[in-house]
């Protein structure tokens, strides 16, 4: 027998922590910042990394825009 995913449970543990919820917004800000500028598009799947790995550090030193594949690879190591 299959068991069934509570997603209730997994967004109140996982997304909406107010940590997270803050993070989320500084990476959304981000690209959106990218996006006004013409430097990224919709659907371009390109990614917005933060060099320093702080998502929270929005300066323009801080961000470049890689491939998925080079922002996966980067990655710290979930424990």
Sequence with gaps: ????????????????????K?????????????????IVRKGD?????HINMNPLDNRPKNIRVVSKKFNRKRQPKRK
């Design 1 to 20: 027998m299959r068991k069934t995913r509570n997603y209730r449970r997994e967004y109140d543990t996982h997304g909406a922590l107010p940590v997270q």
């Design 45 to 49: 799947k390109k990614e917005i990394d």
């Design 22 to 38: 803050k993070r989320r917004a500084a990476r959304n800000s981000a690209r959106n910042k990218l996006l006004k500028k013409g």
